[in-house]
Structures are given as C-alpha cells and as structure tokens.
Nanobody
C-alpha cells in the first residue's frame, strides 16, 4: 500500500494550492481519508476528512470555508483545494487512510492505518 501526496509548494498569502493524494494497493472508495499537517516544532494536527460511506466531509475550524476535500474514485485520488492561504497554513501536509474510521476518532492520527510521505506547503506573507 502506498499513498503519494503531491501538489505542495510556495505560495503568497491569499493564494491557492491543490494537494493530491493518489493511492496504490488500496481502493480509496473503501476507506475514509484525511489530511493532517505538521508545522515545525508542532504536533501533527487534523485538517479535513472524507468518509468512505456517504462522502461526508469534516474540517478543522481553522480551515473551514477555505479548504475543500474531494475524491475521484475513478482515479483513486483525493484532493485538498486550499484557497485564501495564510502563513499559518505553512506545514507538511500528509494524507492518511483508514478502513474503519468513526466520527469521534477523525482527529486522532493514531486511528489511521496508512500514511503518505507528506508534501510541503509554504505560505509567504
């Protein structure tokens, strides 16, 4: 199983980026998938998730209204569209997948079975 995150880069505040996470060895439609991020010196934090059943999405308060999580089952890929980026969004972004995620556990990185390698997002002021 491999999750390949991509799309990070350097962007000015107010700009946009779209992250992608492509899976091999598993079928994303059978998994709940999440994005986490980790800034230097900080703990990994939940950003957004999409459930395998129903496709319901959940967002951290800090990104709600600015980030959008979507999935393309045909491409076995999920996306995180990030708009109105702020310097505090600077972090390494990771995608993660779990086959039995429950709502109460979406923010806990320990619950996820598989992780991508991370992609760096840098937002300049």
């Amino acid at each position: 199983v491999q999750l390949q995150a991509s799309g990070g880069g350097l962007v000015q505040a107010g700009g946009s980026l779209r992250l992608s996470c492509a899976a091999s060895g598993l079928t994303f439609s059978s998994y709940s998938v999440a994005w986490f991020r980790q800034a230097p010196g900080k703990e990994r934090e939940f950003v957004a998730s999409i459930f395998r059943r129903g496709g319901h999405t959940y967002y951290a308060d800090s990104v709600k209204g600015r980030f959008t999580f979507s999935r393309d089952n045909a491409k076995n890929t999920v996306y995180l569209q990030m708009n109105s980026l702020k310097p505090e969004d600077t972090a390494v972004y990771y995608c993660a997948a779990d086959s039995s995620l429950i709502l109460s556990s979406i923010r806990d990185p320990v619950q996820y079975d598989y992780w991508g390698q991370g992609t760096l997002v840098t937002v300049s002021s």
